[in-house]
């Protein structure tokens, strides 16, 4: 096996992966808001069924700008340890 010293967050594959993500996510929260709050033939079954899908969309979002909030106090240290070593 192949150690590699960069972090999987600062590949760039993975912050497009991110964009995308956040591209679908962004569709799947709308579509749940519309389907509880603007679909009167929706029983409460199924309204109840779409906020758990909200619910969840917001809590992969959060994930998800977790994770590049921390990609980029990464860079920042990283440009500070090289400003420091010059």
């Not at 899908?53 to 979002?61: D, F, H, R």
Request: some cysteine; overall charge negative.
């Amino acid at each position: 096996m192949i150690e590699t010293t960069d972090k999987p967050s600062l590949n760039s594959e993975s912050a497009e992966a991110r964009k995308v993500l956040f591209q679908a996510l962004n569709g799947i929260l709308g579509l749940a808001h519309k389907k509880i709050h603007y679909s009167n033939g929706n029983s409460d079954a199924a309204k109840r069924a779409w906020c758990r899908v909200l619910i969840q969309g917001v809590s992969a979002y959060g994930h998800l700008l977790h994770d590049v909030e921390l990609e980029s106090l990464e860079e920042r240290v990283k440009l500070l340890e090289e400003r420091k070593n010059e």
